[in-house]
């Protein structure tokens, strides 16, 4: 197959890819973000961009008007590569992250785009005043003062190494030199200082660190641009699926908690060595890491013994990090690099949820946004500027894939989209990549239950005994199954079916996360008309239906207009972190303002849970657009 | 001679000491503190005994009733012991912190013996609230919100080392764990935890770090108590006398720095490992050290260039020093243990100044004060609580004995007291130690100066032209010579005399401190009679009487009482500071408080220096009760 050279303006990055692949796809290589909402199979129609020269097969796509078309509009998913071409790349297409703050209502003071740049590790160009007779202080207090009036802080620290050098370097410099600081356990640390006037770039890494995904950028510290964003599934899925599996190897296996730090960090390690291969920089030039995860994603990360999180009253070892060097962790950047990890506010409650409400700026909402983070557990945040309310629902990971038969993850081949004929015997799917079927995913479960239950072959309960018979419908050996795709045109040439415990299983992880929404809303004792947006975040929401989430009795049954994608907000949030001062205050605040609600604790959950046991719920009056 | 052994009540404490020692040596030796304002020579009664036991040959002393005679007192440094011997020390004999700190007419707030102690260094004992399913915070967070109760404190941090071990430690403590915390850099360090109640003691160090004399007290961090005191010549004696010529050698020699550095970190080690074999404890059970020392001592015992501080304009690389690890400079105590050494004013005004204005409660005086330390240099402060200033004036190493032909240190036989006739002819003299005279020191030349020229042997310019013309005036190679002590009688075998450019030479010197005070004066338009309290600190200064240093116009003339002798403030500053948080904090803000008077930068010194170069002074007027 000929590689072709994608071209991404006004970024000027370009990308090799397959003749075939899409400008989606070279956008990814290339480390050019675009929203792909629904999940880049044509639907969202936000990842619009403009041919500017060069072959592409561009289906005529619904979303993209005739006048637009003329004037080379394509949607990137859709659009096949057929020869060396140049796109451009509109803003509007482009996940940033002033985009994602306005979202909340009301943008976090200081976070946006507008307020300057702080990064938690910069470099400062510093004018000494020179000593006089009249002017008895120090070497150290003047470089501190001339500090303080460019950088704004006051604790500034040193270490003794560095110290031993400053009255050479200041007179080498003639009173000018460049200051290396970073803000680190409430003080500013100068960490460097060089004579005159220093060039050298400076890098930083925010991180995603998913229980099944890591994400890394590559920022420069200088102008707060993204060179690189890299991905990867985290390696430690091998030693287990989901948080609690991977507690007990580290609990349970000699050297465990070990390996899977080693896996982790290993894992970000090749991330970090390919995006500054790429970018064409050392990695010792990074400085320092702003790091979001869940909290045993957190704690295994650092080492820490994750046991108390998976045994009741389920309490971590702590959920405000203490920053890490970089070389205590093996993380190979700058070994004197600080890591921060992003602040927690419970168990099942980690940084990631408090970056994205930074991100989003959810936390600083006038009215009251639900924050909705879908994985292996249901993380939940409801609240505005005045208060914050957050739960975790174990949703168990059949979202993820696991834990039913013919689940998987969203690869190469995993039913996305279903669809049933009313007749029953007819069912359409896609794939992810066009492929033949292997198995189904998240959204692929949610279109499932949707369409079985419109059928008619599943009963509001999920029962298989709705009186169906036809080909598809036959008893297996944990019950009644129900086949999506027939071993002949499957990948694995097996047939591929969903089953009455699967459905159950579905149901209950869907009534886990209604209850949940539920049993916060009775806490403040808010009504569902109440929420005025629901921001949809993680990596599984991004390929959601909400139309079939509503359907099924996942999401609540609020007008369309109210949801929306936010993308990987714990990366982006980390990234503002790494950029911004008010971000690192903000999510500090969040974490501390944050009330977490132990859905175990009390009866309202478990009675909301029993209650959203149904399909779509046993109130259809919640979902009124369903029922009717 | 056979040992005695001399026991001091109620310290308990035990000493051998030679029969014919007195009792202020077998003190000195068991390390309990005894005021010696005099020096030893039984004049200012402050060093009262009560003998309980045992046989002394103590003469009748003035200072002593004879209703106090009769039950048992006498003065410790003229009782010699002369069997085994039990002791009362009178809390009114010791030169504790809580009398020196009223001295300065109002104690500083909380520094008192009264003031709970906050060690910088302490253990804490801390009951967790055990975890439940309604309170979902993490074990640090329970650590640290029960510390935060108990200690006042905030801003915690701990290490990831000490964090891996944390859920194990408060599950095996029952949720009771002893907390081990220092203060440092702004926040609380937690540096070690164990399960339950842990009652090991530990240590800490307060430093004097004297360009001539290093002296170290071993507390007792969780008693306050002192357990020993040592005290040596600084081994950077070797390289210069005086803070120039040690900042030359560290200039100019290969690894000069280096050099000194370890000579003054070697003189500690010493010291602190014999006190540490006296109190038998191990030196790795000293957990913090905070040293007192000028601004050149400070920098070369943490290894910094002190070059600038002896060029104009005289820019220290710091006078906030970073606290540094014990093992980053060589000090063998904990080797993480954090030594602070306490924050100067400029390149002449350094932490052992500070340590005392906060040691003597002058920093916050309602009354005008004046600080007097005078050793190589004189550093003075005036001021109250609203106002402080500081000076340093060379005064030359004079006083130290250094520059002058027969000078010496106040070491055994160095003249320390000298009486001449009228007829001029009879000098009586008094040694330290009774020995045979081997030199003069500083207290031995300020009487040598006051005697000559009552005895009209100089006139008030300091020449040697008044017509004597006695056995012990002669020429010699610099000029006429005055003979205090002949061949025959000294240990060296060589006449002991004082010539005519040793007495301009000490003239010069006594100068610079009185015009040094003027300019002070001057500065803040003040008046010698706004002085309330003079307080005389260091070595030199408990040796140094009062009335003749007025005499020969080194000390304003006031009444006697308005002088106070406060003994070595330096390492009573530092040992408040490593006790208590209150003086930690208030030598910061003294530091920051006190204005730094450059005499050289104006013409007001000179004026008053030239004014000074007369006995006592061109102004009789200043000197009524001279002049009379």
Redesign the interface.
Same mark, same amino acid.
């Given at each position: 197959m000929p590689e072709r050279a994608v071209t991404l303006l006004p970024d000027g990055k370009t990308a090799q890819v397959a003749d075939g692949r899409t400008i989606l796809d070279a956008a990814h290589e290339a480390g050019v973000a675009l929203h792909s909402a629904c999940g880049g199979n044509g639907t969202c129609g936000r990842c619009r961009v403009v041919v500017r020269s060069g072959n592409v097969d561009a289906p005529r796509a619904q979303q993209v008007s005739p006048e637009e078309a003329a004037a080379g509009v394509v949607l990137a998913c859709q659009a096949v590569v057929r020869g060396d071409i140049v796109v451009e790349v509109p803003e509007a297409s482009r996940p940033a992250v002033h985009q994602m703050m306005t979202a909340g209502g009301r943008a976090v003071q200081g976070q946006g785009e507008g307020a300057p740049l702080r990064p938690v590790f910069r470099k400062a160009v510093v004018k000494l005043p020179e000593?006089? +007779?009249?002017?008895?202080?120090?070497? +150290?207090?003047r470089l501190y003062t001339a500090l303080a009036r460019q950088e704004g802080s006051r604790?500034f620290?040193? *270490? +003794?190494e560095l +110290? $031993?050098d &400053? !009255? $050479?370097i200041v007179r080498e410099g003639g009173w000018q030199v460049t200051v290396s600081c970073v803000d680190a $356990? *409430?003080?500013t640390e100068v960490v460097d200082i060089m004579p005159g006037r220093d060039e050298t770039q400076v890098y930083g890494l925010a991180v995603d660190i998913g229980t099944t995904t890591c994400v890394v950028h590559l920022v420069d510290l200088a102008t707060g641009e993204t060179l690189d964003v890299r991905g990867a599934y985290n390696r430690q899925s091998e030693f287990g699926d989901d948080v609690i599996s991977r507690i007990i190897y580290a609990d349970e296996t000699e050297s465990g908690l070990a390996r899977l730090q080693e896996a982790v960090v290993g894992t970000l390690n090749t991330l970090v060595k390919e995006a500054a291969a790429r970018v064409g920089m050392r990695v010792d030039d990074i400085k320092v890491a702003v790091m979001a995860g869940n909290t045993t994603m957190t704690h295994l990360v650092? *080492?820490?013994?994750p046991?108390?999180i998976r045994l009741? !009253?389920?309490?971590?070892? #702590?959920? =405000?990090? !203490?920053p &890490?060097k970089a070389h205590?962790?093996g993380l190979y950047i700058s070994p004197e690099a600080w890591v921060f990890c992003l602040p927690g &506010? #419970? =168990?099942y409650v980690g940084g990631d949820i408090t970056s994205g409400v930074v991100a989003t700026g959810a936390g600083g909402s006038d009215d009251v946004v639900l924050f909705v983070d879908i994985g292996t557990n249901g993380e939940m945040v409801l609240g505005n500027k005045d208060w914050l309310l957050a739960c975790a629902c174990s949703a168990g990971p059949a979202f993820e894939g696991v834990g039913i038969r013919h689940g998987m993850r969203a690869m190469r081949g995993a039913i996305e989209h279903v669809d049933v004929d009313p007749s029953c015997d007819l069912v359409s799917y896609r794939t992810v990549g066009a492929a033949r079927p292997a198995g189904i995913c998240g959204s692929g479960f949610i279109d499932c239950l949707a369409s079985m239950r419109r059928a008619g072959i599943i009963s509001r309960n999920g029962s298989f005994d709705t009186g169906y018979e036809g080909r598809r419908m036959r008893m297996g050996d944990d019950g009644p199954e129900f086949v999506l795709a027939f071993a002949g045109e499957t990948a694995t040439g097996e047939d591929i079916y969903i089953s009455e415990p699967d459905v159950k299983n579905l149901i209950r992880s869907k009534a886990a996360v209604y209850a949940g929404i539920q049993s916060m809303l009775r806490m403040v004792d808010q009504d569902l008309s109440d929420i005025r947006q629901i921001l949809i975040a993680g990596g599984f929401g991004s390929y959601l239906n909400i139309r079939k989430a509503i359907e099924i009795g996942l999401l609540p049954d609020l007008p369309e207009q109210v949801y929306r994608y936010v993308g990987n907000t714990s990366v982006e949030g980390a990234k503002m972190c790494l950029l911004r001062r008010e971000a690192r205050r903000e999510v500090e605040l969040v974490a501390r303002r944050m009330t977490?609600l132990?859905l175990?604790?009390g009866n309202t959950f478990m009675e909301e849970f029993v209650s959203a046991l149904f399909l779509p719920h046993t109130d259809l009056s919640l979902f009124p657009s369903v029922s009717a």
């Open positions: 000593p006089a +007779l009249d002017d008895p202080s120090s070497d +150290l207090t604790n620290q040193m *270490g +003794l +110290l $031993r &400053v !009255p $050479r $356990r *409430g003080m650092l *080492g820490i013994p046991t108390y009741e !009253p389920y309490t971590p070892a #702590a959920t =405000s990090m !203490p &890490v205590e962790i &506010v #419970a =168990s977490y132990e175990s604790a």
